[in-house]
């Protein structure tokens, strides 16, 4: 038996989904079904956390993945940059430096416990939220996800991890892919997200 650890924030937890719950929740019952089917058993975390950055992550990877150590191994799903590139009170919530030192450094602690383990590309925001301040008080902008995106590639090629490109995926039809608040996927956007992550998955069961 394997474990499918997913790590990040909101997005990950699957906020605003009140259809599939998200899409952990999508390939959690789709692992199951397989399961039921005869194949080998996956069982998947939804380790998300609304607000998250990837200071908070650090703190508690090594207690998460300690106490979730599946003896046959791991594949860790780490979802970061949404809330880290965001800008509240005129300073960035956490920047590119130490943002790309965050990561890094929970890479190499994920790869102690992990066979595979996927950087998860932050998502486009819809344009009536670019560059506008939320009444969270938070300000993003799509220029900042392209650059933040680019220091997940980059780490993803330099320590041998896989990158997963939802951006991509939702950049053509990003307006109806995300919910009301312009930041988090409905149903349909998440339901994206679940059949961009089964090739990943389906490699385990």
């Not at 990158?163 to 349909?188: M, Q, R, W």
């Amino acid at each position: 038996m394997k474990y499918g650890l997913f790590f990040g924030d909101s997005i990950t937890y699957g906020e605003y989904d009140g259809v599939f719950g998200g899409w952990v929740d999508i390939l959690k019952r789709y692992a199951l079904q397989k399961f039921n089917e005869g194949s080998d058993e996956l069982i998947l975390f939804n380790l998300g956390i609304g607000g998250e950055t990837t200071e908070a992550l650090l703190k508690r990877l090594p207690h998460e993945m300690s106490a979730r150590n599946a003896a046959d191994g791991n594949i860790i799903f780490l979802g970061y940059g949404t809330n880290d590139l965001a800008v509240k009170d005129g300073v960035q919530m956490v920047n590119r430096e130490q943002f790309k030192n965050n990561m890094i450094n929970a890479v190499q602690h994920a790869k102690q416990y992990a066979e595979e383990i996927c950087l998860v590309s932050i998502l486009p925001f819809s344009n009536k939220v670019d560059g506008i301040t939320a009444a969270s008080g938070k300000l993003r902008t799509n220029t900042e996800v392209l650059t933040y995106n680019q220091i997940l590639k980059d780490i993803a090629d330099e320590h041998a991890v896989q990158y997963i490109d939802f951006h991509t995926a939702f950049l053509p039809d990003k307006e109806i892919l995300l919910s009301g608040d312009g930041v988090h996927p409905n149903e349909k956007g998440y339901g994206l997200m679940a059949e961009t992550a089964i090739p990943i998955i389906e490699k385990y069961i």
